[in-house]
Nanobody
Framework: QVQLVESGGGLVQAGGSLRLSCAASLRTFSTYTMGWFRQAPGKEREFVAVISWSGSSIYYTDSVKGRFTISRDNAKNTVYLRMNSLKPEDTAVYYC??????????????????WGQGTQVTVSS
C-alpha cells in the first residue's frame, strides 16, 4: 500500500514563505519521479513542479518559477516544496504525487497514480 502524506500547509500573508513536505511509503522511492500539484477552489488541479529520481532534473510551471523550489531527500523518502514570495493566487490545496511508472517524467495529471491527501495553503492579501 503506497501512502503519500503531505504536511506544512497553513495560513500566511502575501510575501511570506512555507515549506511543504511529502513523506512517501514507496519502498523504491529513490527511483521515482515526484510531482507537486495544486487545486484552487472552483478550478482544476494543475501541475506545479516535478523532480526526477536523482534530483538532477527539475521543472516548474511558469507562475512559480523563481519563487518555488522542489527538492528531495531520498534517505528520508521525502520530497519538499519551498514556497517563497507567496501570492494570494497561490491559495490552493497542494498535493504530492508519484507516477505509476516510477521513472516516468511527466507534468500530466493522468500519468500520476499515487496521490497524497493534500495540504491547504492560504495566502492572505
Amino acid at each position: 500500500q503506497v501512502q503519500l502524506v503531505e504536511s506544512g500547509g497553513g495560513l500566511v500573508q502575501a510575501g511570506g514563505s512555507l515549506r511543504l513536505s511529502c513523506a512517501a511509503s514507496l519502498r523504491t522511492f529513490s527511483t521515482y519521479t515526484m510531482g507537486w500539484f495544486r487545486q484552487a477552489p472552483g478550478k482544476e488541479r494543475e501541475f506545479v513542479a516535478v523532480i526526477s529520481w536523482s534530483g538532477s532534473s527539475i521543472y516548474y510551471t511558469d507562475s512559480v518559477k523563481g519563487r518555488f523550489t522542489i527538492s528531495r531527500d531520498n534517505a528520508k523518502n521525502t520530497v519538499y516544496l519551498r514556497m517563497n514570495s507567496l501570492k494570494p493566487e497561490d491559495t490552493a490545496v497542494y498535493y504530492c504525487a508519484a507516477p505509476a511508472s516510477g521513472l516516468r517524467w511527466s507534468r500530466t495529471l493522468d500519468d500520476y497514480k499515487y496521490w497524497g491527501q493534500g495540504t491547504q495553503v492560504t495566502v492572505s492579501s
